[in-house]
Nanobody
């Protein structure tokens, strides 16, 4: 099993940046694919970005070119660098983990989830 803890959320003005962190427990972190998802009030939890065990990254069209996902296996941490934020990026951001070497973008594909971190972008 793996436990995940997100951090780095907060309030930022439009056009600003934030870096989210997803810290994982366990000695097999490098074998897990990690996804970031977000959920705005009254909406479904949507895919944001994914990083594979080989560090290949994939992004939702809505964040492509603005967000960057990366991983540091030595620190058991995945990061989500978010630039050029807009109010539409306001949501609770969750990281999730699963074993496997493919690309996973559905919430049902991830068995392990963090508690989420709030990101609020003011206009």
């Amino acid at each position: 099993q793996v436990q995940l803890v997100e951090s780095g959320g907060g309030l930022v003005q439009a056009g600003g940046s934030l870096r989210l962190s997803c810290a994982a427990s366990g000695r097999t972190f490098s074998s897990y694919a990690i996804g970031w998802f977000r959920q705005a009030p009254g909406k479904e939890r949507d895919f944001v970005a994914h990083i594979s065990v080989s560090a290949r990254s994939y992004y939702a069209d809505s964040v492509k070119g603005r967000f960057t996902i990366s991983r540091d296996n030595a620190l058991n941490t995945v990061y989500l660098q978010m630039n050029s934020l807009t109010p539409e990026d306001t949501a609770v951001y969750y990281c999730a983990a699963r074993s496997g070497s493919s690309f996973y973008s559905r919430t049902s594909q991830y068995p392990y989830w963090g508690q989420g971190t709030q990101v609020t972008v003011s206009s």
